[in-house]
């Protein structure tokens, strides 16, 4: 039996994460172990196994690969931009797919209902456009967003780790109870952004903090030092 321990803030799965709701407060690490025999009963335990040990070994490869990444051509599949509407259906979080999820220079403003809880893991987002749409719930593993457009998404409990958000426009969006762990933000625009309650690693969370568009109350939730 395999088995690994990760540590867990006793506040949830942030390492550390700070809310607006209460003061910014650094809490004592709890241990969770993750075992191929455990059991699905905790949730949450699964989730940090999951993400949190994928991130770990990772994330230090992630930004180099991300920014040496040759893209394949646009695709010519007449529908490809209405794929998001199903989305990934093989691997999901490992950002395994049968075919590649193009939705490069889509146009998805305002859309409210179609990608609400879909799994858009390792999609190329690249140039396209989101803007005012309903993204909660959706999980967008190894996505590549560079350059793309989310002014005013709402990714409220959403599982966003490992997406580059290199160059793009993430004005207002709203990153409630988000997984942001291992997500590079390189000159992106995030003026105005809620970070609420967000779940987000502590290394990741100091390279966030460098980004300086982001409000004096963004930086207040995260816990930006300065």
Request: aromatic share 6%; hydrophobic share 35%.
């Amino acid at each position: 039996m395999a088995s690994f321990s990760i540590p867990i803030p006793r506040n949830g799965l942030s390492i550390p994460t700070y809310s607006t709701k209460r003061p910014s407060t650094l809490h004592t690490p709890l241990k969770v172990s993750c075992s191929e025999s455990g059991t699905n009963s905790n949730g949450i335990k699964g989730l940090a196994c999951g993400i949190l040990a994928a991130c770990a070994v990772s994330s230090s490869a992630f930004s180099v690969t991300a920014a040496n990444q040759r893209l394949p051509p646009l695709s010519t599949e007449p529908n490809r931009c209405e794929r998001a509407f199903v989305g990934n259906t093989i691997g999901q979080a490992n950002g395994v797919y049968d075919k590649p999820l193009d939705l490069r220079l889509c146009d998805y403003t305002n859309e409210k209902s179609n990608l609400k809880g879909k799994s858009l893991s390792a999609a190329l987002m690249s140039d396209a456009k989101f803007d005012g749409a309903d993204m909660t719930e959706v999980v967008m593993s190894k996505a590549y967003a560079v350059g793309a457009s989310f002014k005013g998404v709402d990714f409220s409990n959403a599982v966003l780790d490992r997406v580059n958000f290199g160059n793009a426009n993430l004005q207002g969006a709203v990153f409630k109870n988000t997984v942001l762990s291992g997500s590079t933000f390189d000159n992106a625009k995030l003026e105005d952004a809620v970070f609420e309650d967000t779940i987000i690693g502590y290394i990741d969370l100091q390279k966030l903090c460098t980004n300086k568009t982001i409000s004096d109350e963004g930086r207040a939730e995260l816990g930006c030092r300065s």
